[in-house]
């Protein structure tokens, strides 16, 4: 499923994919992606299961983004470089 949705993020969502299992602080985040139109970071996470604690992960990983977004940045840059 997480490839799939990878090579179609552009066609489905119109996001820019930038890196699948992304590694950042202590975190593996599944699917990196961005979305030009509102010039912002995606993260997709993809459950097999249901799981109260989605939502404090979905914020651990809001939290980590804001406080490593160089580390985004600097992914982006490497991934769209011209």
């Not at 950042?24 to 985040?29: E, G, M, P, Q």
């Not at 604690?53 to 160089?70: E, P």
């Amino acid at each position: 499923m997480q490839k799939l949705c990878e090579k179609n993020l552009q066609k489905f969502l119109n996001l820019d994919f930038i890196e699948s299992e992304f590694s950042v602080a202590d975190f593996r985040l599944d699917t990196v992606a961005f979305d030009r139109e509102v010039n912002a970071f995606v993260i997709i996470e993809y459950k097999n299961q249901r799981n109260i604690s989605v939502i404090d992960q979905g914020y651990t990983y809001l939290s980590t983004m804001f406080n490593h977004k160089a580390d985004f940045v600097l992914r982006y840059n490497i991934k769209f470089q011209e």
